[in-house]
């Protein structure tokens, strides 16, 4: 499942009782620093602790991204938080578990092998011994390091993990108010804060006298800083508008004509770096091909939301941010506050992934309530808000040279990316990154933003590298320190454009070769693994059995996200009339063992479909100097009725580690559409979104 040794998660936060209590009789405190961000991690994490605690899932409460007691584990991003949280858990519980049957078996005088546990019971052979967890571990010193000596569960020993478990948070979704939304604390005031025509822009002049028509509300100015206050919310929210309206901003980056399509980024000033893999080998001809990607909105389905309240000299946030440590950090920078008086805790939003507003929302809530101490501030965006203030997932193009040798093999292979960072989320390389900082009596400037380090997984840089067996690999990023609009993580990161330049060209190169698509691919793969699911999709898909014709086609791609997490292998199927319509996908992953197969069919179906709006009709629009894309008419999404049909399969060995998949569709289901599009047309379109316009752009092309 995970190596027996100290994940990073565990090795910052090593303590036991960080991760365990049992105080309350019956049941079992399991503490993690991940959130709840609709993927199901909690449900998969309780499925981890309850096979190696053998304590039934309904005994544990589980306590997730709260700064005054988890542990801090960081951001709950990049498909890592099972392999760092869940192997964390993994090893503490197996150790507690030790512990308990060593202290047992030291009570009744028997070997410690002679013993087991059952419900939480410690039992000799078939009999209860009359001890369990809550009668020895008060006995137990578990404020010491974790070891990750105790054994784990072996594979054949697992009873709740590898199970449809059902998922823990949605009677509370069905049937509740879950969402930081539907907090309503006693005295709960409501707040809209103004916000910035333009990244960087700061306000210079309000009228005021529009608020004598908004009865029950006060202004509140902090610096360059604007909200409206009051216990109506439609009031505050009328009041806001109002004011925004007639307010005046100066300063600011003021977006360019041509910003809409990324091909602007080539005109940018840019910082060169360059990394070769491998020795060419002997070319006979080229082609090059670049693609592109847009700017793209979060565009959560529910704006951004905070709760805040200052009180005895204390702050305390509510919050949907990703990150509850680092967002406390960087909330106690910007305030002048010490991080020990600010309390970050998570509460889950309706739509909440990538670096959207919700950092900014709970720092915009943090600034109010501290100018109304005693008072619970709920900070709501607008829809506007949402699409225009929170950060985009940064435009970029990909372009491939390739020089391939006499058998159409490539022998040189260069990726040229053009991009800004993929890297402003607040606490990143120590920067606040807070939108509001810049604009407080005492300001705040973030530095430049580098880019994620390949360390790290890499920005515009992940899955650069293809996984094909070329001799020959040269990665070239043309890095945008200063772009026109303000950037950060949007899922995948560079993933899905790279995905998209790499699958693309691969198809290019077959067609040169006048080979099949997927026999081109497995030509150039050995890894077993990835080969495998390449073939399982085409037989799902029935790939050779079938002719594409009368406007409908099917495409491939293969992907494995960041390199090192889950493989899949991913057939699209299109029909194009005046622009495309997905039809069906079949897709095969192999994630080595699957914790819960439902919520991991879920994730990875769930990549699918936003990876096919990205491809098929987002993008974010500039007019006359500002962003024009800021509500559901300028900036659609794909709808529930133009979902496809999806079909996946896990074909993995359940004896491998678990493999991080939260990500793992969205660049490969790109690449596939884009494939599938040019086999129906026979034009290939290369820059996204594939709409009607481009469509028949490439047709007259072609001629």
């Keep these: 499942m995970i ?47 309850a096979d190696e605690l053998d304590v039934p899932m309904a005994r544990l409460r589980l306590v997730s991204g709260d700064t005054r007691t988890a542990p801090a584990e960081g951001y709950t991003a990049g498909s890592l938080s099972i392999q760092q949280s869940g192997g964390a858990i993994r090893l503490v ?103 910035p025509p333009r990244w960087g822009a700061l306000l210079t002049r309000l009228d005021t006298a529009v608020l004598q028509r908004h009865p029950g509300v006060e202004l509140i100015r902090h610096g ?21 309206a007639r307010a005046i901003w100066t300063g600011g980056a003021v977006p360019a004509d041509g910003l809409d399509e990324a091909a602007s980024l080539r005109n940018m000033p840019t910082d060169i ?34 709760l805040a309240q200052w009180s005895a000299d204390r702050l305390t946030v509510w919050t949907h941010s990703q990150g509850v440590t680092l967002l406390r950090g960087a909330l106690a920078t910007a305030l002048r506050l010490s991080p020990a008086q600010v ?21 915009d809530a943090a600034v109010i309530a501290l100018q109304r101490p005693d008072v619970p501030v709920r900070l709501l965006w607008s829809r506007a808000d949402e699409m225009t203030a929170a950060p ?38 120590g920067a606040v990154h807070l939108n509001g900082a810049a604009a407080l009596p005492e300001p705040i400037l973030d530095p430049l933003a580098p880019d994620l380090p390949d360390a790290a997984g890499g920005g515009a840089n992940r899955n650069a590298v293809a996984l094909y067996d070329f001799p020959h690999q040269r990665i070239v990023q043309h890095f945008v320190a200063q772009p026109p609009v303000r950037t950060s993580s949007m899922r995948g990161l560079g993933a899905f454009a790279n995905t998209l330049a790499i699958e693309g060209a691969m198809d290019e190169a077959a067609e040169l070769a006048g080979m099949d698509p997927v026999t081109y691919r497995l030509r150039h793969m050995s890894d077993p693994r990835a080969r495998a699911v390449i073939e399982a999709a085409a037989r799902m898909s029935g790939w050779f059995e079938g002719a594409d014709g009368n406007g409908r086609a099917k495409g491939f791609a293969f992907g494995r996200y960041k390199n090192v997490a889950a493989y899949v292998g991913l057939v699209a199927e299109v029909e194009v009339d005046e622009a495309p319509r997905l039809t069906r996908v079949w897709c095969a992953v192999d994630a080595g063992l699957v914790i819960n197969p439902d919520g991991a069919r879920n994730q990875v179906e769930g990549g699918i479909i936003q990876g096919a709006s990205w491809a098929l009709k987002e993008q974010v629009r500039f007019a006359e100097g500002a962003i024009a894309t ?51 047309l026979g034009a290939r379109v290369r820059d996204l979104p594939l709409t009607g316009e481009r469509i028949a752009a490439a047709l007259l092309a072609e001629g």
């Excluded at 939003?349 to 990538?354: F, L, S």
């Excluded at 040279?401 to 040229?416: H, K, M, S, V």
């Design 630 to 680: 800021a509500d559901w008419d300028s900036y659609p999404i794909l709808r529930f009725s133009e979902i496809p049909d999806i079909e996946t399969r896990f074909i993995g060995d359940p004896r491998s580690p678990a493999l991080g998949i939260g990500e793992v569709t969205q660049g490969p289901i790109g690449a596939a559409i884009c494939n599938a599009v040019a086999r129906a």
């Design 224 to 244: 360059h800083l604007a909200a409206v206050l009051g216990d109506d919310e439609l009031a505050v929210a009328a009041a806001a508008e109002a004011l925004k």
């Design 392 to 429: 985009f997932g940064a435009a970029m193009v990909v372009q491939v040279d390739a020089g391939l040798d006499a058998d159409f093999r490539p022998t040189e292979w260069t990726l040229n990316i053009w991009s800004a960072s993929h890297a402003r989320r607040p606490g990143i390389n």
């Design 343 to 363: 309390d970050v805790i998570h509460h889950q939003g309706a739509g909440c992934y990538g670096h959207n507003g919700a950092d900014d929302a709970a720092f």
């Design 93 to 195: 519980c197996a150790e507690v578990r030790a512990k308990v049957l060593d202290a047992a078996a030291a009570q009744l005088g028997c070997p410690s092998a002679a013993l087991t546990l059952s419900a939480g019971a410690v039992m000799r052979g078939d009999s209860p011994t009359g001890l369990d967890y809550w009668s020895i571990a008060p006995r137990l010193d578990l404020t010491g390091d974790a070891t990750g000596s105790a054994p784990v569960k072996a594979h054949g020993e697992l009873r709740v993990v590898g199970t449809d478990v059902p998922r823990l948070d949605l009677p509370a979704k069905i049937g509740g108010a879950p969402f930081i939304h539907d907090l309503a604390p006693a005295g709960l005031r409501h707040a809209r804060m103004l916000h």
């Design 3 to 49: 190596a027996n040794t100290l994940p990073a998660s565990l090795s910052q936060n090593p303590r036991l009782d960080h991760w365990l209590d049992f105080s309350e009789p019956g049941h079992v405190t399991v503490r993690t620093g991940k959130v709840e961000l609709g993927q199901g991690i909690l449900t998969a994490l309780a499925q981890i602790a």
């Design 273 to 306: 770096t360059r990394r070769d893999i491998g020795t060419p080998g002997t070319v006979t001809r080229r082609f090059s091909a670049a693609y592109s990607r847009p700017y793209l909105a979060h565009g959560s389905i529910a704006p951004s939301c905070a």
